[in-house]
Nanobody, 115 residues
Framework: QVRLVESGGGLVQPGGSLRLSCAAS????????MYWYRQAPGKERELVAG????????SYADSVKGRFTISRDNAKNAAYLQMNSLKPEDTAVYYC????????WGQGTQVTVSS
């Protein structure tokens, strides 16, 4: 059974940090590029960051560049999103996504940035 399980969300003050984790199972993780998306209330889901299957490259939305870092550990079948200098506009549900010939999604984890 394919599973992507996000964790690490929560409430944080502006300027704070969170590290999201995505635990993958049920598929050959190393073959898949991994992405983090987010969806704020009333807005469309947007791509936040991506990392290729072979550690070759990362990409970021302009809104998070320099503040967020995506990484993966193929030995642990896991992907991560380190989020620093968080802003209220980063508040959203964050989703883990795996892409190769198929496309898998996690259930999401809530991140709320508020004082």
């Amino acid at each position: 059974q394919v599973r992507l399980v996000e964790s690490g969300g929560g409430l944080v003050q502006p300027g704070g940090s969170l590290r999201l984790s995505c635990a993958a199972s049920g598929f050959t993780f190393i073959n898949y590029a991994m992405y983090w998306y987010r969806q704020a209330p009333g807005k469309e889901r947007e791509l936040v960051a991506g990392i290729s299957s072979n550690y070759g490259s990362t990409s970021y939305a302009d809104s998070v560049k320099g503040r967020f870092t995506i990484s993966r550990d193929n030995a642990k079948n896991a992907a991560y999103l380190q989020m620093n200098s968080l802003k209220p506009e980063d508040t959203a549900v964050y989703y883990c996504n795996a892409q190769w010939y198929t496309n898998y999604w996690g259930q999401g984890t809530q991140v709320t940035v508020s004082s």
